[in-house]
């Protein structure tokens, strides 16, 4: 059975300071088995890789932004990191494209060892700058239900929110439901509280029709709200923060969920 599916739900946002804003939107995000990808595209009309279609997966779209097989990158990024994931599957949680256009402002990477069990999960963050940064953070021996993960903010995102921030990640990983929880913190308190909850559904051309007609231009209104919701927040008299220059190396590896170190990857 594959393990690629679709999960519909929604993203919320909750700005807590200096001026409070809040919204929801229905998405339908794509969970996909970067090993399964090749049949995928095969079994599914709809659906390609790597070329244009109603809807497509692009490798180039996420790690270094090549066309080298994308499940290589991650697995070679855990390895200099100190993973051996061997030949254990790869899950992506991200938007598809849609009719050739895609921004994933957070791509998931669920990267499991070849006892099947989840070792590590590789956060991906994309600013509108075409800049990106993965967090890379070790998954404790021992889980059960939740994961609760959190590293300091070394990446500049939005235009509205201090570097002297931290994330700290709920997540629920992939089954009937996933959930991504982000509550990011400065040193007096909560200040943005962002998340995504879906129910799964199978992957099919079926389903991907439901998902366009469903959930029309999805991606396109993605890349649209994120700029209608910083027009609201500029409104709203929140002052701007300088972007600093992103970081020398593309992945910080967060250890103890406190201590980190930067690799060349």
């Known amino acids: 059975m594959n393990q690629s599916c679709l999960y519909a739900g929604n993203v919320m946002h909750h700005?807590?300071?200096?001026?409070?804003?809040?919204?929801i939107y229905r998405v339908t995000s794509m969970l996909v088995d970067l090993d399964e990808l090749p049949s995928l595209a095969e079994r599914l009309k709809l659906f390609s890789l790597n070329r244009f279609n109603l809807f497509s997966f692009h490798e180039r779209d996420h790690g270094d932004g090549s066309d080298r097989p994308l499940v290589e990158q991650v697995r070679e990024t855990l390895s200099q990191q100190?993973?051996?994931?061997?030949?254990?599957?790869?899950?992506?949680l991200c938007y598809p494209r849609i009719?050739?256009?895609?921004?994933?402002?957070?791509?998931?990477?669920?990267?499991?060892?070849?006892?099947?069990?989840?070792?590590?999960?590789?956060?991906?963050?994309?600013?509108?700058?075409?800049?990106?940064?993965?967090?890379?953070?070790?998954?404790l021996d021992g889980y059960s239900g939740q994961i609760r993960q959190s590293c300091d903010k070394e990446f500049y995102v939005s235009p509205f929110i201090s570097m002297a921030t931290r994330y700290h990640f709920r997540m629920q990983p992939p089954a009937n439901q996933v959930a991504v929880c982000?509550?990011?913190?400065?040193?007096?308190?909560?200040?943005?509280?962002?998340?995504?909850?879906?129910q799964r559904r199978e992957l099919n051309d079926r389903s991907l029709l439901r998902t366009?007609?469903?959930?029309?231009?999805?991606?396109?209104k993605v890349i649209a709200g994120i700029h209608?919701?910083?027009?609201?927040?500029?409104?709203?008299?929140?002052?701007?923060?300088p972007r600093p220059a992103p970081p020398v190396h593309r992945t910080t590896l967060v250890l103890d969920q406190g201590n980190k170190r930067h690799e060349t990857v």
């Open 15 to 23: 700005r807590m300071k200096p001026r409070r804003h809040r919204f």
């Open 228 to 241: 209608w919701e910083a027009l609201q927040i500029w409104r709203k008299k929140v002052p701007l923060q």
């Open 99 to 139: 009719l050739g256009y895609v921004f994933n402002p957070l791509s998931v990477f669920y990267c499991y060892n070849e006892d099947d069990q989840l070792a590590a999960i590789l956060y991906e963050v994309s600013n509108t700058f075409n800049q990106k940064h993965n967090y890379l953070i070790p998954v």
């Open 212 to 220: 366009f007609f469903g959930y029309p231009l999805m991606t396109l």
């Open 82 to 92: 100190g993973f051996d994931l061997g030949k254990g599957r790869v899950e992506l």
């Open 182 to 198: 982000i509550r990011q913190t400065d040193a007096e308190g909560p200040v943005l509280h962002a998340t995504f909850t879906g």
